[in-house]
């Protein structure tokens, strides 16, 4: 089997069981107390508002905001990542059939790869850490991702011609 | 329609065929039951959407109307009790969240079915662990969705714990077989790859170089690059912007109903309802568009189980990538044509339904002639 293939093949399965680990810790340890939090703090700024206590508020309705930022992301890397996964195994199966040399597909399957890590990496770092360096590596880890795709697609193209 | 007089399994002997593909064995279950999972998904999807989608929709813009009222009011606990409806345990949210975690994560697992069914011969381990495997992946993997579907409708009902019900536990459940099932077969391809045998290229993943087999590997990938682009699109341009406008108009409803200005206030409501339905349509549009890239690739490797013609097998082809492009591209239009692309995505759907029943209908039939070949 040649490198490129294995490459996407352990990479992808690595990444089915992180995707589905972070799924399951997440289910258990962080989704109920997000949604809890998302829910509890838009009530709370209704119900301060109707007490005419806008500033309080408006800080309630921040804590919101701040809570669904994260559910949505965190939600977003489980799926993501497992998508990601099926993907990379599924091209490990037949990565032979881009019609590119090997050394090609080999740079290929580690761009697929480290693509596939990163962009939810930098995804969830962006509930971790503000500023540039989580939002560059999500768009790093997604132009690396999408520049791979469409050559992997020239690649299976130019076997169909 | 007619079978084709062609070789079993694409070029294999009968036996062979029969040895690689066997009655109750793992491989058979994996497709056959990966293939019924992505369908019960999609039909779950068309029925949700038709029947739950929009109501649950209508019903949580009511509600927050009725809470900017409230405050308008000076009501406290009546502003809160509606957004306490509105997502709040077993509140609307939840009805509509659970419905279409259920709905991606039938379908995602009949996917993870049918690669697991293709990385099988890859992977060291007996044949009935192999078969016990994929027995505990597929109860897994219909545990978790239907438990997911119950969460709303038994709450906390007999639960031990304050917060989490039987669903929710059951779900979970659900999800550590599947997890259990996948290392498993993790550690086949493991000791597989330990032991140095070169079976890879022996095993022929794609034996017939039909037409129908390139062109879902070619459409499967470019449908999965579009997903992309569309999503890196909506992340850079839309995801953002969606979301501070979402607290700009909350804040609005908040500031003009405590102010008296119900106008204002009820028209922030509306702008609000419209945004989310703005956000659907593109996370939508960008799930599926992905989703059916995937799965066009999943059923290029299985194209040479079907036992169809190759031009029965060109035009289900052809209807499954046809209805891959119609329903993202026409859930997107629903933002400006309304509920006629609305129908038109149900129709590209319901394409992608039937193609995959024919594909279901072909390899059932492909497994009655081995089975009858072999008796």
Redesign the interface.
């Known amino acids: 089997m040649s490198h490129s293939r294995k490459l996407l093949l352990v990479g992808g399965l690595l990444l089915v069981v992180l995707g589905m680990s972070y799924g399951l810790y997440y289910a258990l340890f962080d989704e109920h107390q997000t949604l809890e939090s998302i829910t509890l703090s838009l009530a709370r700024s209704f119900s301060l508002a109707a007490g005419k206590q806008m500033e309080p508020a408006g800080a309630a309705l921040d804590a919101y905001a701040a809570a669904k930022f994260a559910y949505v992301r965190e939600v977003d890397v489980h799926s993501h990542w497992s998508g990601l996964a099926l993907l990379l195994i599924l091209f490990g199966l037949i990565f032979d059939q881009v019609t590119f040399p090997e050394r090609t597909r080999l740079y290929l399957a580690a761009a697929l790869v480290a693509g596939s890590f990163l962009f939810p990496v930098g995804v969830l770092l962006q509930t971790v850490i503000g500023g540039l360096l989580p939002k560059a590596l999500a768009a790093a880890g997604a132009a690396l991702l999408t520049l791979t795709l469409a050559a992997v697609a020239a690649g299976f193209a130019r076997r169909g011609g | 329609m007619h079978a084709s007089a062609r070789p079993a399994a694409g070029g294999a002997s009968p036996v062979a065929a029969t040895r690689a593909f066997p009655a109750q064995g793992a491989r058979r279950l994996l497709i056959l039951g990966g293939i019924g999972l992505i369908l019960a998904g999609m039909i779950f999807g068309d029925i949700f959407a038709v029947f739950v989608l929009h109501q649950n929709a209508g019903r949580i813009g009511a509600h927050l109307q009725a809470?900017v009222e409230?405050?308008a009011?000076?009501?406290?606990?009546?502003?809160?009790a509606?957004?306490?409806v509105?997502?709040?345990p077993g509140?609307l949210?939840e009805n509509r969240g659970t419905k279409v975690d259920t709905h991606?994560h039938i379908i995602?697992f009949g996917?993870?079915a049918l690669?697991l069914a293709?990385?099988l011969p890859?992977v060291a381990l007996p044949e009935p662990l192999k078969k016990h495997l994929a027995v505990v992946f597929l109860l897994g993997a219909t545990l978790l969705p239907v438990s997911v579907f119950l969460i709303y409708h038994v709450g906390l009902a007999y639960s031990p714990l304050s917060?989490?019900g039987w669903a929710?536990i059951l779900?979970?459940l659900g999800?550590?077989l599947?997890?259990i099932a996948?290392?498993g077969y993790?550690t086949g391809?493991w000791r597989h790859?330990r032991s140095g045998r070169?079976a890879?290229?022996a095993e022929v993943?794609?034996p017939e170089r039909s037409g129908s087999s390139?062109?879902l590997?070619?459409g499967g990938?470019?449908l999965?690059?579009i997903g992309?682009?569309h999503?890196?699109y909506y992340?850079?341009v839309h995801l953002y912007e969606h979301?501070a406008r979402?607290?700009q108009l909350?804040?609005t409803m908040?500031?003009s109903?405590?102010a008296g200005n119900a106008d204002q206030a009820s028209a922030a409501v509306n702008a609000y309802g419209g945004l989310q339905g703005e956000k659907a349509v593109h996370i939508a549009a960008h799930?599926h568009i992905?989703e059916f890239g995937?799965l066009a690739?999943?059923l290029?490797?299985v194209q040479p189980l079907v036992f169809l013609s190759e031009p029965w097998k060109r035009r289900w082809t052809a209807a499954l990538l046809a209805g891959s492009v119609i329903l993202p591209v026409f859930v997107l239009l629903e933002l400006k044509w309304g509920l006629v692309a609305g129908g038109i995505a149900d129709v590209g759907g319901l394409l992608v339904i039937i193609a995959l029943t024919a594909m279901l209908i072909g390899v059932l039939r492909h497994t009655g002639r081995l089975d009858a070949g072999k008796a």
């Open positions: 809470g409230a405050v009011a000076g009501n406290a606990a009546a502003a809160e509606h957004i306490l509105i997502g709040g509140g949210l991606v995602a996917y993870i690669l293709l990385v890859y917060s989490i929710s779900a979970d999800g550590l599947v997890i996948c290392a993790l391809v790859l070169d890879w290229r993943l794609l390139r062109t590997l070619v990938t470019l999965v690059l992309y682009l999503g890196a992340a850079g979301e979402d607290v909350l804040r908040l500031e109903a405590a799930a992905i995937t690739l999943l290029a490797f």
